[in-house]
């Protein structure tokens, strides 16, 4: 792995610049000009690992502008397709999201303007708020499947699949050590 160490913010250009024309990876100090070392190596992979999820983020939300979507609009669509016709609340919903958002109502919100989603009060809970899929919201999250699926390729396309699955196992046992 080639490294550079740069002096002026012309060599961080063209650092970046090489680093995507040749592929190679860049540390993450690189990335966000940091010129102290991290406290540990800890703080380092959690950095990283904002770093990198952010970076993701960014990178899928790419694809999903041209279909009027942001990433947690697409992961709200997804979820009431795995719900099936039955729907799900919509706190529910909130709870199953991969960012979860204070702001839930007002991502449905948008969702049923836009006519992908519909809500209706429960008569025998009127608190609970039930969410479905509409015809043109299924055909939407049906339509981006190919695309996603070339995205989520390409975001790790760095990775074989034994690093893939490792990452995963990594992720995952990050997660369990921490409260929720």
């Given amino acids: 792995m080639r490294r550079f160490f740069c002096r002026n913010s012309l060599d961080w250009l063209f650092n970046d610049y090489y680093s995507i024309c040749m592929n190679t990876p860049t540390s993450v100090r690189e990335e966000i000009r940091q010129t102290r070392l991290f406290r540990s190596p800890a703080q380092e ?3 990283a690992l904002a770093r990198t999820a952010d970076v993701v983020h ?3 939300e790419q694809s999903l502008v041209a279909h009027d979507l942001t990433v947690q609009q697409y992961n709200v669509l997804r979820i009431l397709r795995g719900a099936g016709p039955a729907g799900l609340p919509t706190l529910e919903i909130g709870e199953r999201l991969i960012q979860p958002t204070p702001g839930i109502t007002r991502l449905i919100d948008r969702l049923e ?4 989603v519909e809500r ?3 008569a025998s809970d009127r608190r609970c708020v039930l969410c479905t899929l509409t015809p043109a919201g299924l055909e939407s999250v049906n339509g981006l499947d190919d695309l996603v ?3 989520d390729e390409e975001a790790l396309q760095g990775l074989d ?3 893939t699955m490792e990452l995963i196992a990594l992720l995952d046992r990050v997660r369990a050590g921490l409260p929720r």
């Fill in 45 to 47: 992979a959690l950095v």
């Fill in 58 to 60: 960014r990178f899928l």
């Fill in 113 to 116: 303007k836009k006519g992908l």
């Fill in 120 to 122: 209706e009060r429960l």
């Fill in 149 to 151: 699926d070339r995205r």
């Fill in 161 to 163: 699949t034994a690093q």
